[in-house]
Nanobody, 124 residues
Framework: QVQLVESGGGLVQAGGSLRLSCAAS????????MGWFRQAPGKEREFVAT????????DYVDSVKGRFTISRDNAKNTVYLQMNSLKPEDTAVYYC?????????????????WGQGTQVTVSS
């Protein structure tokens, strides 16, 4: 069992930056690939970024490439999402999630554990 707790969300102006953190419980954090998803009001959940357990092998949704960076610190059981050049359309609740498998990594169904989410609001 893995428990995930996100933090770092908030209100920021367009063009600004935020860094989200996701702290995981347990001693086997490096076994899990980690992902970030988001859900805006009235929209379906959307994949944002993912990273394998060893810290290499990333994937991003096209709309955040070049602006967002996913990283992890296995010694701290934490995964991060650095978000730069934020846009109003990035406004959503952001969730981190953990997976064991290494296929279909952009699909929510591939993830076993989910955090409660953190709100990110980007004003224009």
């Amino acid at each position: 069992q893995v428990q995930l707790v996100e933090s770092g969300g908030g209100l920021v102006q367009a063009g600004g930056s935020l860094r989200l953190s996701c702290a995981a419980s347990g001693r086997t954090f490096s076994r899990y690939g980690m992902g970030w998803f988001r859900q805006a009001p009235g929209k379906e959940r959307e994949f944002v970024a993912t990273l394998n357990g060893n810290g290499v092998g990333t994937d991003y949704v096209d709309s955040v490439k070049g602006r967002f960076t996913i990283s992890r610190d296995n010694a701290k059981n934490t995964v991060y999402l650095q978000m730069n050049s934020l846009k109003p359309e990035d406004t959503a609740v952001y969730y981190c999630a953990a997976r064991i498998i290494s296929s279909s990594v952009t699909r929510g169904e591939s993830y076993l554990y989910w955090g409660q989410g953190t709100q990110v609001t980007v004003s224009s």
